[in-house]
């Protein structure tokens, strides 16, 4: 199975901030790599696909880049409503993976 | 908009089976580009893919949960289905149905989930 990292595991930073998560893939994806976003009680929503294609609906502030294995998600300016928690997900060959996750809190 | 809506006991035996089924809405399990997937949650923990079914029926299950998956497909009722046979406390969490669009891979839209239980 592909195994998938993230980093950091939790976050604390202000409204306005620049975060940024970084997701590995334990072996090339070739970019089939996907970033959810969760908050509590609620099914994970889908922000990005194919490492940096921004879903219909999904503010511009939100951004996804691959280099290599690596994968980042990048939120430029944090809102209130973006503190959740946010997975990636290899969908190059099944099983589908996920990662850990990032919680993003209010600092 | 395309809906799902997961349905089934929410406390299941231990080693008894666990059957949810996902009715889509607006949208039709029949569509060729389109898979439906299940995916769980554990209490406090991360995600974990269990299977994949196409409209020809054809799946793709976790190796993790072995054999005991089995996932169909009802175009005549617009609905899939989740068996999970020989249950135990692990396998207690939130289920999630999901559609999967095929290229490239990713759910793009989610159930809201059912909280299923493994006790006595």
């Known amino acids: 199975d592909i195994q998938m990292t993230q980093s950091p595991s939790s976050l604390s930073a202000s409204v306005g901030d620049r975060v940024t998560i970084t997701c590995r893939a334990s072996?090339?994806?070739?970019?089939?790599l996907n970033w959810y976003q969760q908050k509590p009680g609620k099914a994970p929503k889908i922000l990005v696909s194919?490492?940096?294609t921004l879903q219909n609906g999904v503010p511009s502030r939100f951004n996804g880049r691959a280099s290599g294995t690596n994968y980042t998600l990048t939120i430029s300016s944090l809102q209130p409503e973006d503190f959740a928690t946010y997975y990636c997900?290899?969908?190059?060959?099944?099983?589908?993976?996920f990662g850990p996750g990032t919680s993003v809190d209010i600092k | 908009q395309l809906q799902l809506q997961e349905s089934g006991p929410g406390l299941v035996k231990p080693s008894q089976t666990l059957s949810l089924t996902c009715t889509v809405s607006?949208?039709?399990?029949?569509?060729?580009?389109?898979?439906w997937g299940w995916i769980r949650q554990a209490p406090g923990k991360g995600l974990e893919w269990i299977g994949n079914?196409?409209?020809?029926?054809?799946?793709y299950s976790n190796p993790s949960l072995k054999s005991r998956v089995t996932i169909s497909v009802d175009t005549s009722k617009n609905q899939f289905s989740l068996k999970l046979s020989s249950v135990t406390a692990a396998d207690t969490g939130v289920y999630y149905c999901?559609?999967?669009?095929?290229?490239?891979?990713?759910?793009?839209?989610w159930g809201q989930g059912t909280l299923v239980t493994v006790s006595s």
């Open positions: 999901a559609k999967g669009f095929g290229d490239p891979h990713y759910f793009d839209y």
């Open positions: 607006g949208g039709s399990v029949g569509t060729i580009t389109d898979y």
């Open positions: 072996q090339s994806i070739t970019r089939f």
């Open positions: 079914v196409w409209h020809s029926g054809q799946t």
């Open positions: 997900q290899q969908s190059y060959t099944t099983p589908f993976t």
């Open positions: 194919g490492a940096s």
